[in-house]
């Protein structure tokens, strides 16, 4: 199986570079920065061509978007919020997972039963709105609505599209007092990932496996 990976230099990416390289898989990690077999900052369409020149027709059996930004932790609601952290947020969360996926169509149609795993977050669930952080939120919420649209039209394709929320994880993101490991995400997440079928594409799930509400 070839499994390329957006944000593959730390992090959850780079625990799940790690867990499928450990079982033999062929991972192509991708990122702006760091240990990357192919450099993409996926806020930039350039990038993103230089990248589907590098692969010519390899085919890709797994599409892992996981790069994303949290610029608006703690943001004070008077004088936070600028349109520069709206913008940036958007180009990552959002702009990013699409143009990742345009730009792999045709590497993943080559492969059968291709899989894109989109990770977005609970924060992104419009039923779960406790306030705060309206950048993030907004840009997880969309991801969500992307990857429901993006299932309904790769269907015909026989390509399913998974979105997840990977725990609170103890990352650089979710800081050292988060609730789960990345080791104990990146397990559920890829047993998420196996499952995920053409009969369960548009799902949105959890790392241990519960359907989250929209
Ligand atoms: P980290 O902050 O630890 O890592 C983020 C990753 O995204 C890094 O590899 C970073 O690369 C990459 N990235 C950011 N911007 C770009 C860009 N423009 N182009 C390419 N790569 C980029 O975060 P996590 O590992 O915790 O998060 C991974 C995903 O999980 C994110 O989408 C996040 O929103 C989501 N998530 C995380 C949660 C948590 O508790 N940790 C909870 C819910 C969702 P670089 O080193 O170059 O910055």
């Given amino acids: 199986m070839t499994i390329l990976i957006t944000g593959a230099n730390r992090g959850i990416g780079a625990g799940l570079a790690a867990h499928y390289r450990d079982r ?50 703690g943001a004070d ?18 702009t990013g997972v699409f143009l990742t996926v345009q730009a792999l169509l045709p590497n993943l ?7 894109v795993a989109i990770i977005a977050s609970q924060m ?7 306030g705060g ?9 969309a991801a969500v609505n992307l ?8 269907k ?16 650089d993101m979710g800081g050292p007092t988060a609730e789960i490991t990345a080791e104990e995400a990146v397990h559920g997440l890829a047993q998420r990932f196996a499952a995920l079928s053409l009969e369960t ?4 799930e959890t790392w241990d496996g519960l359907a989250h509400p929209f």
Avoid at 77 to 94: I, M, R, S
Avoid at 109 to 115: E, I, L, N, P, S
């Fill in 201 to 204: 594409t548009g799902c949105f």
């Fill in 124 to 130: 992104g669930s419009s039923t779960r709105a406790p």
């Fill in 133 to 141: 952080s309206y950048i993030y939120r907004a840009s997880k919420a």
């Fill in 147 to 154: 990857g429901r649209n993006l299932a309904a039209d790769l």
């Fill in 77 to 94: 609601p008077e004088t936070g919020y600028g349109a520069d952290l709206w913008a940036q947020t958007f180009a990552t969360n959002v």
């Fill in 24 to 73: 033999g898989e062929e991972v192509i990690g991708t990122g702006r920065s760091g240990a990357v077999r192919i450099e993409l900052d996926v806020t930039r369409p350039e990038s993103h061509a230089a990248m589907a020149r590098a692969l010519g027709e390899t085919a890709i059996d797994l599409l892992i978007c996981n790069a994303g930004v949290y610029l608006d932790k």
């Fill in 109 to 115: 149609r080559r492969a059968r039963g291709a899989k």
């Fill in 156 to 171: 015909a394709e026989a390509i399913a599209v998974g979105i997840y929320h990977p725990g609170w994880v103890q990352t």
